[in-house]
């Protein structure tokens, strides 16, 4: 991955042989997938490397739509709990494609946040929304949560 290393990564394996990661938003062990990985790397990058408060953070925010519901893999909040960023995490096997993007898209139409964030723990795309443009922007890189 094209992540820093997190060498405190808590695993267990349950007494049925699977695989659990200490999800450190939830503070609950989950299950490991291809994707919780990325994502568990992802938020460590971000909390310990960007400067993103983990308190501000939330993992598995859920939203209905009509009936049907949908799961953002996290969320960034602002001090007063309004959502400022979403965030979407693939397997490191699945390409970042305007399919991903349509998706992170898709939660925004609910939240209508500044950011979006995609990451398959190899490539990284961040937009913001240029108010004065009325246009997404992609960004060089991950911002500090300073930049924000």
Not at 133 to 144: A, C, D, S, T, V
Request: aromatic share 10%.
């Amino acid at each position: 991955m094209n992540l820093p290393e997190y060498e405190s990564i808590r695993l267990r394996k349950t007494a049925n042989g699977k695989h659990e990661v200490l999800d450190v938003l939830r503070q609950r062990f989950v299950a490991l997938t291809p994707e919780e990985w990325v994502r568990q790397h992802f938020v460590h990058f971000l909390v310990s490397h960007k400067g993103y408060p983990a308190a501000l953070m939330a993992n598995e925010v859920e939203l209905t739509v009509g009936g049907k519901r949908l799961r953002c893999d996290s969320v960034l909040f602002d001090k007063e709990r309004r959502p400022r960023m979403i965030i979407e995490y693939k397997a490191e096997s699945i390409p970042l494609t305007d399919k991903v993007l349509t998706q992170v898209a898709t939660y925004n139409m609910l939240l209508h946040v500044d950011y979006l964030m995609v990451s398959n723990g190899n490539t990284h795309l961040c937009l913001h929304y240029n108010h004065g443009k009325r246009k997404w922007e992609f960004l060089p890189g991950i911002p500090q949560y300073s930049e924000l």
